[in-house]
């Protein structure tokens, strides 16, 4: 083998895929067509479950260090409405103003210092897998080659040549409308008022907000305070477009005037993006030594959404695909990676596809689903719902055993506060390593005991914390909770499900591989 496994595509997807493999023992090889860094704007921020998993990575605070300005407040557009979290303390959905290649660089410099191969400018044209390895034809710099490895994971986006080759379905719905957003600065003739409107020499006013017109949507995102001012549209166009291939600012300029009616002028633009919309998922994640993740499995027709969607992939298959590897997973784990990460995609294909329904409406009577969509928001719970469905907190992997396992039980692991005798530390900092363990949190030997059969595989920590959510957890590297016992659960009980669990997930003991 050249090497354990390949990567398609250098986006957030495949690069983290690559770090959690390294820090799992695992060599990746990363192969991307491009011979540098795209530097065309894509996403402009970074939000949802991710952010949780970066601070348990011990990456969160990099990634505050090279945002593009002071954290945005907790509102967030949802289908021509939006949810306004600022509200609440403590919100379900947070966001980094983190561009895209802000973000890929990073994790660029993390995939090199844990010593990861990455080749630029090295297209795959082919894939052949075999009953034991899958091997990549490549066009590289010097010429085509080969490379063979374990297995092939594909985070090569939307048009993936892997899903074609591994003859992966990939139904769906592509949407006519197309979106552009600017981020610009004004010249004299236009004014911004305090409300946000914009006062334009010769035309008048422009309101500030979304406004439906005959022709599309338009976004104004203004401030007096700020220099800067945020530009959208959506409208419904019959061609197509390359989203790798940068909008100009005549094109922006051109959709404005078509939308708004306004030839609204701009001084400079800052940041221009076009993105269409698609609903798309792949039938199936893994086809034998292949595997999906990211745009490649899966489309999203609403912003905010596909990184935090492919990192997660990303997070959930390394742990996996490393156990595999150093042959110590259980009869069927890797394919719970479709398993987990396909319900996990329908949830996101759930909400986006809602506020299609929401955005698209032009009659009275979808205003009016919008009015009531709105007022249901103004109440905290359904507020906190909808928050952690668009965050992706609310996913709670199905897991096998009794109808009666715990709450946390396939959920993502809260970050506890933890005193030991070695002092205070938290489950996010024991997670630093994604390495599995064991949290005891009632002294419990009879626990620590069942569990050390697996010594070689899990760790083992004890601590207390306040206001215990169960007797002991089982956390998983991607921080998901795979079993746990109730307070003061007896011994009959949580020590034979305890190593059903430890075998389900990390093996049989004693075969220490």
């Known amino acids: 083998m050249d090497t354990d496994v390949i990567i398609v595509g250098a986006g957030p997807t495949g690069l983290m895929l690559a770090c959690e493999l390294r820090l799992a023992g695992v060599r990746p090889l990363v192969l991307e067509r491009c011979p540098h860094r795209r530097d065309t704007p894509k996403a402009g921020g970074l939000g949802g479950q991710i952010l949780q998993l970066l601070r348990y990575r011990g990456l969160l605070e990099r990634c505050e260090a090279v945002c593009a300005g002071p954290l945005p407040a907790a509102r967030f557009p ?37 010593g990861v191969e990455i080749r630029r400018g090295h297209q795959v044209a082919g894939v052949v897998q075999g009953d034991s390895a899958v091997t990549a034809e490549v066009l590289g710099p010097d010429g085509p080659y080969q490379v063979t490895a374990r297995y092939l994971a594909g985070c090569d986006g939307a048009r993936s040549r892997v899903r074609d080759a591994a003859g992966i379905a990939f139904p769906g719905t592509t949407y006519p409308e197309v979106n552009r957003l600017a981020q610009v600065t004004l010249p004299d003739t236009v004014t911004v008022l305090d409300n946000g409107d914009l006062d334009v020499a010769g035309f008048g006013r422009v309101r ?16 007096p305070d700020s220099p800067v001012v945020s530009l959208y549209t959506a409208e419904d166009e019959t061609g197509e477009y390359d989203d790798d291939v940068p909008m100009s600012p005549t094109e922006f300029q051109d959709s404005l005037r078509r939308v708004s009616g306004v030839d609204l002028p701009v001084a400079q633009a800052i940041r221009l993006s076009r993105f269409t919309f698609k609903a798309r998922q792949a039938e199936h ?38 156990a595999d590897i150093h042959g110590r997973a259980p009869d069927g784990l890797l394919d719970t990676y479709h398993d987990e990460r396909h319900f996990a995609g329908a949830r996101t294909m759930l909400h986006t596809r809602a506020q299609v329904a929401l955005r698209r409406g ?42 009666d396992r715990h709450s946390l039980a396939g959920a993502f692991v809260p970050d506890l506060t933890l005193h030991s005798d070695r002092g205070e530390t938290s489950v996010g900092e024991l997670l630093h390593t994604a390495r599995p363990f064991l949290l005891d949190l009632a002294d419990r030997e009879d626990l620590r005991r069942a569990a050390g059969d697996w010594r070689t595989r899990i760790d083992v920590h004890t601590a207390k914390t306040d206001d215990r959510p169960a007797d002991a957890i089982l956390i998983r590297p991607d921080a998901h909770v795979a079993w746990a016992a109730t307070v003061e659960e007896s011994p009959d009980a949580a020590v034979p499900t305890l190593r059903e669990a430890l075998s389900r997930w990390f093996g049989t003991p004693g075969n220490h591989a």
């Open 285 to 322: 994640y893994r086809r034998g030594r292949i595997l999906l993740a990211g745009d490649a499995a899966h489309l999203f027709p609403a912003t905010g959404v596909a990184i935090n969607a492919g990192m997660l992939d990303a997070v959930n298959l390394a742990w996996k695909l490393a």
């Open 78 to 114: 949802f289908g021509g409405v939006h949810l306004d979290l600022t509200q609440l303390t403590d919100p379900p959905m947070r966001a980094l103003p983190l561009p895209q290649q802000r973000l890929e660089t990073l994790l660029d410099e993390r995939a090199d210092e844990l």
């Open 208 to 223: 500030g907000g979304f406004t439906r017109t005959d022709r599309g949507l338009l976004g104004v995102g203004a401030s």
């Open 362 to 403: 032009t009659d009275p009577a979808a205003e009016a689903l919008r009015e009531v969509f709105q007022e249901l928001l103004a109440d905290e719970q359904p507020l906190r719902r909808m928050g952690a469905l668009v965050a992706g907190s609310d996913i709670r992997y199905p897991m096998p055993g009794s109808v």
